[in-house]
């Protein structure tokens, strides 16, 4: 029952350049709730990728980059490479009903 | 750095109670909300509830109020208990730090960082 729909997948070849959308609605990211981003790789817990819409925690390369507008957000990938090959998920908040959390359905990226 | 720990059962029967522990080490509990997220097998993440470390909580309003989270200060930990539990509940449960700005008294903006390791609690007779 996610509120925020990524694509399913995306892909690319290794040195492209791929994107990831996140979309929201009006009590979410459109209410003007921060959008997060995370990377899970197989059997492992998510990772922060992107806080804030747009800032890099110490030790994410600065290939991977978020932007946000209006009710939704981004996450792009440039010189896409073969340890990028993992799922990520959005992240925000919902003032609808009692408020919470709330993630994105995810995508998975492939590097072909 | 601050490292978070989640322990309990990793199967319980249907109609029982899922109990989860998570330790907090090398940083305190205060000042921080703490949330516990789940994700069922094939599936996406799904945010069950956080405590702020005073103890105030919120909650997935999915659930029909069967989880309680509360916090314990003492033992620098939180924890979940999951009641009346169906094979639907089965899932890796991950708990988190949330971190925010500051400013961000109410935590809206925050974001989880970081996770413990996970947790696969299984349903199953």
């Known amino acids: 029952q996610s509120v925020l729909t990524q694509p399913p997948s995306v892909s690319g070849a290794p040195g492209q350049r791929v994107s990831i959308s996140c979309t929201g609605g009006?009590?979410?990211?459109?209410?003007?709730?921060?959008v997060h981003w995370y990377q899970q790789l197989p059997g492992i817990a998510p990772k922060l990728l992107i806080y804030?819409?747009?800032n890099r925690p110490s030790g994410v390369p600065d290939r991977f980059s978020g932007s946000k507008s209006g009710t939704s957000a981004s996450l792009a990938i440039t010189g896409l490479q073969a340890e990028d090959e993992a799922d990520y998920y959005c992240?925000?908040?919902?003032?609808?009903?009692?408020?919470?959390?709330?993630f994105g359905t995810g995508t998975k990226v492939t590097v072909l | 750095q601050v490292q978070l720990q989640e322990s309990g059962p990793g199967l319980v029967k249907p109609s029982e109670t899922l109990s989860l522990t998570c330790t907090v080490s090398g940083g305190s509990i205060s000042s921080y909300f703490w949330s516990w997220i789940r994700q069922s097998p094939g599936k996406g993440l799904e945010c069950i509830a956080y405590v702020y470390y005073s103890g105030s909580t919120n909650y997935n309003p999915s659930l029909k109020s069967r989880a309680t989270i509360s916090v314990d200060r003492s033992k620098n930990q939180f924890s979940l208990k999951l009641y009346s539990v169906t094979a639907a509940d089965t899932a890796v449960y991950y708990c988190?730090?949330?971190?925010?700005?500051?400013?961000?008294?109410?935590?809206?903006?925050?974001?989880?960082?970081?996770w413990g390791q996970g947790a696969l609690v299984t349903v199953s007779s």
């Open positions: 992240q925000s908040y919902d003032s609808s009903l009692s408020g919470l959390y709330v």
């Open positions: 009006d009590s979410n990211i459109g209410a003007g709730y921060d």
């Open positions: 988190a730090r949330v971190q925010r700005y500051d400013y961000d008294s109410s935590g809206y903006l925050g974001w989880f960082d970081p």
């Open positions: 804030g819409n747009s």
